[in-house]
């Protein structure tokens, strides 16, 4: 079970860690890169091999502005990319729209701006359909998740 992260600028640090922080929890391995589709597309289209060649299993691309890092991906590799749009500066529309528009035959699956933490749980999805263990794990997870949340929320709210 192997997951890759990749994005592009050092800037994006702290949106793509969520993502990092779940693969963590459930004990998925996983390596994050940086790596920009418009500074460095040779090094990128190595690196999308690389990954293949490992045993990776899906990616996670998370990117601001023009945001064609997860496309880009995409149109390289069968692998599922999931998008995670990072706000640059237009409260992050800008990179959701660019994301979750690709064209008819080259997904990106896409989660909410900076939610990188929604794209480590889909990734989890995922590859729970292939390890019957991680699946266990899941369905632990939100199993203790609504016990939380009924527990925080039983008595009600004041204003």
């Known amino acids: 079970m192997k997951v890759a992260i990749i994005f592009g600028s050092k ?4 949106q793509m860690q969520g993502a ?11 390596k994050a ?12 289209s190595k690196k999308i091999q690389e990954i293949e060649n490992e045993g990776y299993e899906c990616i996670i691309a998370g990117a601001g502005l023009a945001a064609h890092l997860p496309g880009v991906i ?3 590799t ?7 749009p990072i706000d640059a500066g237009l409260n992050g529309l800008d990179s959701l729209l660019s994301i979750v528009q690709m064209p008819k035959q080259i997904p990106v699956a896409t989660v909410g701006i900076n939610n990188s ?5 889909l990734s989890i999805q995922i590859l729970s359909l292939k390890y019957p263990e991680l699946k266990e794990k899941l369905i632990k997870y939100r199993k203790d998740m609504k016990a939380q949340f009924i ?3 039983s008595e009600g709210v004041e204003f």
């Open 78 to 84: 069968i692998l599922p990319v999931i998008g995670v």
């Open 151 to 153: 527990k925080e929320n």
């Open 74 to 76: 995409s149109s390289q």
């Open 117 to 121: 933490f929604n794209a480590g749980m």
């Open 33 to 44: 890169y940086i790596l920009s589709a418009h500074r460095v597309p040779e090094e990128l």
């Open 20 to 30: 990092a922080e779940l693969l963590k929890k459930f004990n998925v391995e996983y």
């Open 11 to 14: 800037s994006d640090i702290n």
